[in-house]
């Protein structure tokens, strides 16, 4: 297999840390020069890299491309790039639909992903769309493939995936207030890290059960645990929590 990255952001170098930690067998990743640190940094740790500055021999070299872009980069020069039939083309851009991809690429081998960060250590869902064998085939190695038909549907997953942000600002604020009474940095950061990873792993392991029980399992009555959800309640924390995924929803589906 043979990956070009058009795009070499957060997202792609992600994926390529992952892809060397991973049993996946690369032949070659030609990646652009666009961040310049990032390309550097990739190329310095892996021989199989290969930096190229122009994008149309990214893809006239590799077999599959990834756009990695932004959806003003995205619109701006994909209609002057040559995909050929036979290309693979698998978009990580957020605002653009399959539609207008297949027009812009004049290519119909398209597929959107949902890539995270954690897919650098082959952790997190990856949301495909529409279902294909060639995106699975790269994507299994790296975290948990989720197959989706109906692309409206998928850009649920992608208001989802942008409360990444949001989540670690909350242990952000959590560790914050420890340092603040007095908790060495470290010690909070250590605490924090592994206080919200039990929880994760936890929620992993009892999912057959529902999220729901996990919220009332975690409480006794007039308990610390109900102090703090009820405090939050009160104060609408989960509905601007929703309404910002709703907001996200409308966003990616206009």
């Not at 083309?89 to 597929?111: D, F, G, M, P, R």
């Not at 790269?138 to 649920?156: D, Q």
Request: aromatic share 8%; glycine share 6%; charged share 25%.
């Amino acid at each position: 297999m043979i990956l070009g990255f058009i795009g070499t952001g957060k997202i792609s170098s992600s994926i390529i840390f992952g892809i060397f930690k991973s049993k996946l067998k690369i032949k070659k990743i030609y990646i652009s020069s666009r961040n310049r640190n990032i390309a550097k940094k990739l190329t310095k740790k892996y021989r199989k890299i290969t930096v190229l500055n122009n994008n149309q021999e990214i893809i006239d070299k590799s077999s599959t491309i990834i756009l990695g872009v932004t959806p003003n980069v995205g619109s701006t020069i994909l209609p002057k790039l040559k995909f050929s039939k036979n290309k693979k083309i698998i978009s990580l851009i957020s605002t653009i639909n399959l539609e207008k991809l297949k027009k812009l690429t004049k290519n119909k081998n398209i597929v959107r992903a949902t890539p995270l960060p954690p897919i650098e250590i082959k952790k997190g869902p990856i949301v495909v769309c529409p279902p294909n064998k060639g995106a699975k085939n790269l994507f299994k190695y790296l975290g948990e493939v989720v197959e989706i038909k109906n692309e409206k549907l998928s850009n649920k997953f992608w208001a989802t995936a942008s409360i990444m942000a949001a989540y670690y600002e909350i242990l952000n604020v959590s560790s914050n207030w420890l340092i603040k009474k007095g908790i060495n940095k470290t010690i909070a950061n250590n605490y924090i890290s592994e206080l919200f990873l039990s929880l994760s792993q936890d929620a992993v392991n009892k999912k057959s059960q529902g999220f729901k029980k996990l919220v009332a399992d975690s409480q006794t009555p007039k308990g610390l645990n109900m102090q703090v959800l009820n405090e939050l309640k009160r104060g609408k924390f989960y509905n601007k929590f929703t309404k910002a995924m709703d907001n996200i929803n409308k966003r990616v589906s206009s």
